[in-house]
C-alpha cells in the first residue's frame, strides 16, 4: 500500500514515515510539505492513499482535497486534524470537501516514540481498511419480511461511518421539516467534533440537530 505524505511539518512528515515504515504492508512512497507541493506528487507518484494536514502554507489540505476532487482523484485522503474546535470545523470541511477519513494529532504526546505509537494505532488500520475497499459486485437484494404484527416505529435510527459526514449533509437536507417519531444519528467522533458535526447539520436543513 503505497502512501504520500502531506504536512508542512518536516518532524510531523518523519514521524507519521516512521510509524508507516513499521508496518511491512505499507510504503511511503513520497511527502510533500504543502498541498501544491501534494497535487504533483499525487500525479507522478499515484499513490493508494494520502495521509493530509489542514494547516499549510501555499495551499492548505482543504484546498487541496477541493482541487483533487475537482481533478476526478479518487484515492482515499486520511486528513490530521487538531481536538480542538477549530480543528473539528476544519476537518468537517475537509470531509464535506471530499476528504475520507481523518484521524486526530496526538498534539500532547512529548515522546516522538510515544507519537510514533498512537498514530500507529490510528492510522494503520484506516489506510489497511480503505485501500482493502473493493466495489461490491452480484450482490441480491430482497425486501425484508414481516414477523408478527407490524407495529409504528417509535424512532427513525441512522447509522453512519466513514463519508458519513457528507452523507448525513445530503441526507439531512432531504428530511421533511417535522418528523413523526424522533431521529437518532450514530457517527463515531469525538465529542467535540459531534458537536460541531450537529451545529453543520441544523444549519443545512429544516430539521432542528442537537
Same mark, same amino acid.
Given at each position: 500500500?503505497?502512501?504520500?505524505?502531506?504536512?508542512?511539518?518536516?518532524?510531523v512528515?518523519?514521524?507519521?514515515?516512521?510509524?508507516?515504515?513499521?508496518?511491512?504492508?505499507? +510504503?511511503?512512497?513520497?511527502?510533500?510539505?504543502?498541498?501544491s507541493?501534494?497535487?504533483?506528487?499525487? +500525479? /507522478?507518484?499515484?499513490?493508494?492513499?494520502?495521509?493530509?494536514?489542514?494547516?499549510?502554507?501555499?495551499m492548505?489540505?482543504?484546498?487541496?482535497?477541493?482541487?483533487?476532487?475537482?481533478?476526478?482523484?479518487?484515492?482515499?485522503?486520511?486528513m490530521?486534524?487538531?481536538?480542538?474546535?477549530?480543528?473539528?470545523?476544519? !476537518?468537517?470541511?475537509a470531509?464535506?470537501?471530499g476528504?475520507?477519513?481523518?484521524?486526530?494529532?496526538?498534539?500532547?504526546?512529548?515522546?516522538p516514540t +510515544?507519537?510514533?505509537?498512537v498514530?500507529t494505532?490510528?492510522?494503520?488500520?484506516?489506510?489497511?481498511?480503505?485501500?482493502?475497499?473493493?466495489?461490491?459486485?452480484?450482490?441480491?437484494?430482497?425486501?425484508?419480511?414481516?414477523?408478527?404484527?407490524?407495529?409504528?416505529?417509535?424512532?427513525?435510527?441512522?447509522g453512519?461511518? !466513514?463519508?458519513?459526514?457528507?452523507?448525513?449533509?445530503?441526507?439531512?437536507?432531504?428530511?421533511? /421539516?417535522?418528523?413523526?417519531?424522533?431521529?437518532?444519528?450514530?457517527?463515531?467522533?469525538?465529542?467535540?467534533?459531534?458537536a460541531?458535526?450537529?451545529?453543520?447539520?441544523?444549519?443545512?436543513?429544516?430539521?432542528?440537530?442537537?
Amino acid at each position: 500500500m503505497r502512501v504520500l505524505v502531506v504536512d508542512d511539518s518536516v518532524v510531523v512528515r518523519r514521524i507519521v514515515s516512521d510509524a508507516l515504515a513499521s508496518d511491512p504492508a505499507i +510504503e511511503v512512497v513520497g511527502v510533500a510539505q504543502n498541498g501544491s507541493i501534494a497535487l504533483t506528487k499525487v +500525479e /507522478a507518484l499515484k499513490p493508494d492513499l494520502i495521509t493530509m494536514d489542514i494547516e499549510m502554507p501555499v495551499m492548505d489540505g482543504i484546498e487541496t482535497v477541493r482541487a483533487l476532487r475537482a481533478k476526478g482523484v479518487r484515492t482515499p485522503i486520511v486528513m490530521f486534524s487538531t481536538l480542538t474546535s477549530h480543528g473539528a470545523s476544519s !476537518t468537517l470541511d475537509a470531509l464535506a470537501s471530499g476528504a475520507t477519513d481523518y484521524v486526530t494529532k496526538p498534539t500532547k504526546v512529548a515522546d516522538p516514540t +510515544e507519537a510514533i505509537a498512537v498514530i500507529t494505532s490510528q492510522l494503520v488500520p484506516k489506510i489497511k481498511a480503505l485501500c482493502a475497499v473493493r466495489p461490491l459486485r452480484g450482490l441480491g437484494v430482497r425486501p425484508a419480511q414481516a414477523r408478527g404484527p407490524v407495529r409504528r416505529p417509535r424512532a427513525l435510527v441512522i447509522g453512519s461511518s !466513514t463519508g458519513g459526514p457528507e452523507a448525513l449533509s445530503t441526507l439531512i437536507k432531504s428530511l421533511p /421539516a417535522k418528523l413523526p417519531v424522533p431521529a437518532l444519528v450514530v457517527q463515531h467522533m469525538p465529542p467535540l467534533f459531534t458537536a460541531q458535526l450537529a451545529a453543520r447539520l441544523d444549519r443545512l436543513g429544516p430539521s432542528t440537530v442537537v
